[in-house]
């Protein structure tokens, strides 16, 4: 790239976004889209993938189309380019009423950043809409979904080819996280772009200013009696990550119970009304720390979070890596603390393997397929294999592609299990996991299954407060709303 | 929702047996006829669909363990529950202590639920607005909600409705007791400030989730109320349209309009393409919604026909029965009809 070029990147990066400079990986991708590439990026949460195509779009006239795998995360990507000032985003997905979906695709073409759901885009009828458009950019988010190597795979996104020629896309931008030599390989042919025109950027997963550390406990008892002591002397704010809503919920009581922390439990089973005002008061340090499913997060770019608990596994190594990603994003010393208890991996077992259709169930589905499509039965799994029927897939292949999955989800666990049982350098193994060497052990690296210097890594906040957002007074509630308004 | 027992203390009486799977499907909105009927005579038909927005909520569980306690006892037919002196104690010592909703008039009238939802994202776009803050979150909501209070927004941006939005935020606090005030603000989203959670407010207010919820849906019941009575509030008017909803449900409405118009059941059945079964469950339907004199009971109800009843239907209206009269020129639709219209008395 020029220099002319990147002073002038630098300029609208400023203006429109306020920061200075560029993160690692960005500025190659832009690059690479402005030479009229396609281009794959690998980079780690908290990278600022997002602020890639917004940028791109600034510079292009037409529709940015972003497919994104979960529609939770959608709407949170949507509310943030809303606060941004892209007014012009929307959120394209089952959630929208019939009303809501006839009132988007009337004003289809005021929309600059198209948010779509994969399903939707398998419909024919959503593609026709989609051909009065012209695409400058289709963005596929998670893109390692696309291929059955990974462990998310999902079967609409093998569909993505044929909408690539369907809608004439010149340009495609895959984001991942994580995708290993294979997988990238896999992305590209499955999405049918060539090689040639593809660029790959991809930055070191490692974040340096997150300390790694492990601790393992014999009781419920003594893990729980930990997590106390240890907050009351952590720095906040802070997330603790659960695989249960009622473990969640029972922990966030007990931290109500034994400290001077404002906390709040956040997942699926509390009202969006109340999920916004937990995700708007941790935003505004309101909240010290939020117990959570991993549903929270994601779209939530807070930079000042000064560490992430795992009461509970996740159910990958991935998983991991993006929710310690959460932490730190100011660059400055954070820290990641799973608190393991044997008992915990048969929970990460279970919510692993549990959506797997198995041999046998899939044996029987094929066998009564045609009884089965009469049916409208929500279940997740029958859903997935209904798929793979209507596309004519044959029963061997269905079983060979599943038994495929449960492998890797098996070696994931092996691997979560090794991390957190491991007498060595943490970060070590992590980056191992990801293709990476790492040789650089410091003392601000990691410690397994030891306490942590909290001091010396400067996490250390004995005297929490507990801060008091509640007016009690409403006349003062009322006037704080408006500006230089009495009465 | 967890469902208070308290609160099922007094869906329950000490002298009139009630059907505990009625009073469930009243609460979750089922507006069939029985249902209906029963309601009214209960006199609980304002909680109609009170809970219809819970999922899966049931409670007969609870019921039981009331009647294990032995706050409830069963009637005669083993199919009703009353309550028993220590239910009628209970309930009375629950009369101060208990958040019961003292607005479901307004609430079987607006869709209050959307009303709260477009007050709560206008008053945030109006603090950010004074504050001249463009970026902020808003409260997430419907895209063609949203777009009415967008709407709204830019036809108001260049009067005084920052000033008259704080005057009628000030005012209606100013209306309501201390606590309700406090509750009242903060519930409230806007610059630098947060709404505090149901659980927040719960423990702020020291109440259970359901009496929360009652105290929310009074809340902004008031506000229509406030509102609509003060001309000064008119610029928020546009909020309150199309919340209309009617306790007789869509279809019946239809039907009660096409009625009122001069149209016979059978006619009625014609237009709308339904039996003319239907078209009188309709019917009875407004009937038992409607105050007496709104409707046309005069219509099926003749001089004759209700001097008939006089003579064959006595007593409690609750024990008559259709079979009494059942070898009669009378239809079932007439005998309820005579009976909601009693009701009305």
Not at chain 1, 100 to 125: A, C, Q, T, W
Not at chain 1, 336 to 363: C, F, H, M, R, W
């Amino acid at each position: 790239m020029n220099d002319k070029l990147k002073k002038h990147l630098k300029h609208v990066l400023k203006s429109n976004f306020g920061y200075e400079d560029f993160r690692p990986g960005q500025l190659e991708v832009l690059d690479a889209l402005l030479k009229g590439k396609s281009a794959m990026a690998i980079l780690p949460t908290g990278a600022g993938k997002t602020l890639i195509y917004q940028m791109f779009g600034l510079m292009r006239n037409h529709t940015i189309l972003i497919v994104s795998p979960l529609i939770s995360l959608m709407q949170d990507q949507v509310n943030r380019m809303h606060y941004l000032g892209y007014k012009n985003s929307i959120a394209f997905n089952s959630t929208l009423s019939n009303q809501e979906k006839h009132f988007v695709i009337r004003n289809i073409k005021k929309y600059k950043y198209i948010y779509v759901s994969p399903e939707m885009l398998s419909d024919h009828g959503i593609q026709e809409i989609f051909k009065s458009l012209c695409i400058d950019l289709l963005v596929i988010d998670e893109a390692h979904c696309i291929s059955q190597w990974g462990l998310d795979f999902r079967p609409e996104y093998l569909d993505l080819s044929s909408v690539i020629r369907n809608l004439n896309i010149k340009q495609v931008l895959m984001l991942t996280a994580t995708a290993s030599k294979k997988t990238r390989f896999d992305i590209v042919e499955k999405l049918n772009l060539s090689p040639q025109n593809v660029e790959l950027i991809s930055c070191s997963v490692n974040r340096d200013n997150i300390f790694l550390n492990t601790h393992t406990f014999s009781s419920l008892e003594t893990k729980q009696n930990y997590l106390i002591r240890l907050l009351s002397v952590l720095k906040v704010p802070g997330i603790i990550y659960f695989s249960s809503k009622k473990v969640a919920n029972q922990v966030t009581d007990l931290i109500k119970a034994k400290t001077s922390l404002n906390v709040e439990a956040y997942h699926s089973g509390i009202s969006d009304d109340n999920r916004y005002r937990i995700q708007q008061q941790f935003m505004n340090n309101k909240l010290d720390l939020v117990c959570a499913t991993s549903a929270f997060g994601m779209g939530i770019d807070k930079n000042n979070i000064r560490f992430i608990i795992h009461y509970h596994l996740p159910t990958t190594l991935e998983e991991y890596m993006q929710e310690i990603g959460r932490a730190g994003r100011d660059g400055k010393q954070s820290i990641s603390i799973v608190l393991y208890q044997d008992s915990d991996i048969g929970l990460a077992n279970k919510l692993a393997l549990g959506d797997v259709p198995s041999t046998d169930e899939i044996n029987f589905f094929f066998d009564n397929a045609k009884i089965f499509a009469k049916t409208s039965n929500d279940d997740e799994k029958i859903k997935l294999l209904k798929y793979y029927y209507s596309r004519d897939y044959s029963k061997n292949y269905v079983i060979s592609i599943f038994n495929n999955l449960v492998h890797q989800k098996i070696i994931g666990l092996k691997s979560l299990h090794e991390y957190v049982n491991l007498q060595g350098c943490l970060r070590k193994y992590l980056l191992n996991y990801f293709d990476e060497q790492f040789s650089e052990y410091n003392d601000k690296c990691c410690a397994s299954n030891s306490t942590v210097d909290l001091k010396f890594l400067g996490l250390f906040n004995k005297n929490i407060v507990k801060s008091n957002q509640n007016h009690t007074n409403w006349r003062d509630i009322i006037n704080s709303l408006f500006y230089n308004v009495n009465i | 929702m967890k469902i208070d027992d308290e609160f099922l203390i007094f869906l329950f009486s000490y002298n009139q047996p009630r059907r505990p799977k009625l009073i469930e499907n009243l609460l979750a909105g089922r507006k069939t006829v029985s249902t209906l009927f029963w309601g009214m005579r209960y006199r609980l038909l304002d909680y109609c669909g009170v809970f219809s927005k819970f999922k899966e909520f049931s409670i007969m569980s609870k019921v039981h363990k009331l009647e294990k306690s032995g706050y409830l006892r069963r009637s005669k037919d083993n199919k009703h529950l009353l309550l028993t002196k220590l239910g009628l104690d209970r309930q009375k010592n629950l009369i101060d202590n208990y958040y019961l909703p003292k607005h479901l008039d307004v609430y079987q009238k607006y869709n209050v639920a959307k009303f709260s939802k477009r007050f709560l994202l206008a008053v945030q776009i109006v603090s950010e607005y004074s504050f001249h803050n463009k970026q902020y979150f808003p409260l997430q909501m419907n895209i063609l909600e949203y777009n009415l209070i967008k709407n709204w927004f830019k036809n108001n941006k260049k009067t005084d409705f920052i000033l008259k939005m704080h005057r009628l935020l000030y005012n209606f606090a100013d209306s309501l007791d201390n606590q309700r005030a406090i509750q009242f603000a903060t519930a409230l989203t806007g610059h630098k400030r947060i709404a505090l959670t149901n659980e927040q407010q719960k423990s702020q207010l020291n109440v259970t989730s359901l009496q929360l919820y009652f105290m929310q849906l009074d809340l902004f019941s008031e506000l229509i109320i406030f509102i609509k009575a003060n001309q000064d509030y008119n610029f928020l008017y546009p909020l309150l349209s199309d919340l209309d909803i009617q306790l007789m449900g869509n279809a019946s409405f239809d039907t009660f309009k096409l009625l009122i118009k001069g149209n016979s059941i059978n006619k009625i059945a014609h237009i709308k393409h339904i039996k003319t079964n239907t078209v009188k469950e309709h019917l009875l339907n407004a009937a038992i919604v409607l105050p007496k004199t709104a409707f046309p009971y005069s219509l099926f109800l003749n001089n004759e026909t209700i001097k008939f009843f006089k003579h064959n239907l006595k007593g409690n209206i609750d024990e008559w029965s259709f079979v009494t009269i059942k070898q009669t020129h009378i239809s079932f639709f007439g005998f309820r009809l005579y009976q909601i219209f009693r009701s009305k008395h």
